[in-house]
């Protein structure tokens, strides 16, 4: 719980300093990939593995699935 509230504490203050949405992903990656050691051991790589994959790769595959989910 305390590692979610300094996540948020730390989003809210990026976002306040106009900070991008890249950059806001990538100064949190180690905190998410800190989170998955919360996980059981078969889960914790792949979660690890999907915490730090690289900004352009999440944007790409986020506009993929807007552009298949639009009518």
Known sequence: ???RMTGLGL???LAAAG???RQV???TSELRAQEC??????ERADCQQRA???YPEVRAAQQDAA???AP
């Open 37 to 42: 050691n919360k996980l059981e051991p078969r």
């Open 11 to 13: 989003l809210m203050a």
């Open 52 to 54: 730090r994959t690289p």
């Open 19 to 21: 900070c991008s949405s």
């Open 25 to 27: 992903y990538d100064s």
């Open 67 to 69: 552009g298949s989910a």
């Open 1 to 3: 719980m305390n590692i």
